[in-house]
């Protein structure tokens, strides 16, 4: 069986070099790789993994662009174990028992293992999913999948305990300059043989246009530079113009170093947070006007409709994903408006951080206390055994009393009596703030009662 090659390998000089600037640019090793310090850096477990050729089953989880598929391939290169990829949208059980097949024979003949690489392994089935593992688990095979979907819901937890998820986060804008420049440089597999100019203000737009995504950002400079390759070396100058043009997106009126853009984006999100709705749509007009990526600023106001706004008006935030939706279904220009009314809503809304500040304090006590045990009343207990440890035991079933509420303690012992969400009392916190106060009042009682 011939395998799909995903990193085309078995594909000709001549069929290289028109290949489209994304796939060119894939970086070969672990050297040229950029971006997702969080795995590769110095002493991280991944990278450790490379160096000494011990790779471990796991999946790549992130958004397109992120550089799963591009990993998979700087690991094929580095492994000295059999490397065998395919995409399970074209392949199924049969292509996975011929490889299974082979990775037993190359493992009984020359002792070697085998590393599968599945692109968008969510697109297997159970019985797809469920054929991988016996070989997993036995060490046989070494599975690599990539996918896009949450791993919790798209692959069978089976599977899911054999594997260690990875996350792959989407490029920072320091990263994609940093890989857009590369392009521009290398004259072998880029655009570098090409004499040509660029400013760096271009370089910054077509980064904020890819949004994270790393293919986006080369193929926005691959179409820019198909309107200049043809004209007089000296004209070859990519502009704002020539990138509106190629992009159909208008040029931002940003400067060197950008700072119009986050200028802009400050003042719309401090108009929301101070209760001014007309300076809130004056500056949303602005950045729709210069060329903002609208979806970029609904997730900025839905980010404002949980930390600034919280659960003083928890309507907020179903307005602005309402928002999204409606912009991403009808576009510009009818779209733009109700961008304009969640941005109406959130600044007239009541405002509250408390919630903000609630799972800050969270945080900052998990790194201080670490991962304390579950209270053994509050445990699950599925089976005889645990029922026999007392997991689950003197648990109080809520909807058995009054009100639905019994006092009893949820957190562990160690953090008995902490609070971390104080409501502010704006809006609708104020009858949460309410409930809560009875709540522990009634918490209060009981404990007297029991000493």
């Not at 857009?180 to 271009?202: F, N």
Request: aromatic share 8%; proline share 4%.
């Amino acid at each position: 069986m011939k395998h799909l090659d995903l990193f085309g390998s078995d594909i000709s000089a001549e069929a290289k070099s028109s290949a489209p600037l994304a796939e060119r640019m894939r970086p070969q090793n672990i050297s040229e790789y950029v971006g997702q310090s969080h795995l590769l850096g110095e002493g991280c477990l991944l990278r450790r993994a490379i160096e000494e050729d011990n790779l471990f089953s796991m999946i790549f989880w992130g958004p397109p662009g992120s550089g799963k598929t591009t990993l998979a391939k700087v690991l094929a290169n580095e492994t000295k174990s059999k490397f065998i990829s395919f995409s399970a949208v074209l392949s199924g059980v049969k292509e996975i028992r011929t490889v299974i097949d082979e990775a037993s024979q190359l493992q009984r003949e020359k002792n070697k293992k085998t590393i599968l690489f599945v692109d968008e392994i969510h697109r297997f089935n159970k019985a797809q999913q469920d054929a991988f593992l016996p070989h997993v688990e036995n060490g046989l095979i070494t599975l690599i999948g990539a996918t896009t979907e949450n791993p919790s819901f798209e692959v069978i937890a089976p599977l899911l305990s054999r594997t260690r998820v990875l996350i792959l986060r989407p490029f920072a804008e320091e990263e994609l300059m940093d890989i857009v420049e590369r392009a521009l440089k290398d004259e072998k597999r880029g655009l570098g043989k090409h004499s040509m100019q660029v400013d760096k203000e271009v370089l910054r737009y077509i980064v904020r246009l890819a949004d994270g995504d790393a293919r986006n950002a080369l193929n926005n400079l691959e179409a820019i530079f198909s309107m200049i390759r043809n004209l007089p070396e000296k004209d070859r100058i990519i502009t704002l113009d020539y990138a509106h043009e190629a992009l159909q997106k208008k040029a931002l009126l940003y400067d060197k170093n950008g700072e119009e853009h986050y200028n802009l984006i400050s003042a719309f999100h401090k108009s929301l947070r101070g209760s001014d709705p007309d300076a809130a749509l004056y500056w949303l007009g602005r950045m729709l006007l210069a060329g903002e990526d609208p979806l970029y600023i609904a997730r900025r106001m839905i980010r404002f409709a949980s930390e600034d706004v919280g659960l003083a008006d928890p309507q907020a935030l179903a307005v602005c994903v309402a928002a999204q939706q409606a912009f991403h279904f009808i576009g510009f220009p009818e779209g733009e408006l109700a961008l304009a009314q969640a941005a109406v809503y959130l600044a007239t809304a009541p405002k509250s951080n408390a919630l903000y500040a609630g799972f800050r304090k969270v945080k900052e006590e998990i790194g201080q206390t670490g991962y304390l045990p579950v209270p053994l009343h509050i445990r699950n207990a599925p089976t005889k055994l645990m029922k026999e440890l007392d997991y689950g035991k003197d648990y109080k079933y809520a909807h058995d009393h009054p009100g639905a509420y019994i006092a009893q303690e949820y957190l562990p012992e160690k953090l008995r009596e902490k609070t971390f969400y104080s409501p502010k009392g704006m809006g609708f916190e104020k009858i949460i703030k309410d409930r809560i106060a009875l709540w522990k009042k009634m918490k209060k009682q009981s404990d007297g009662d029991n000493t």
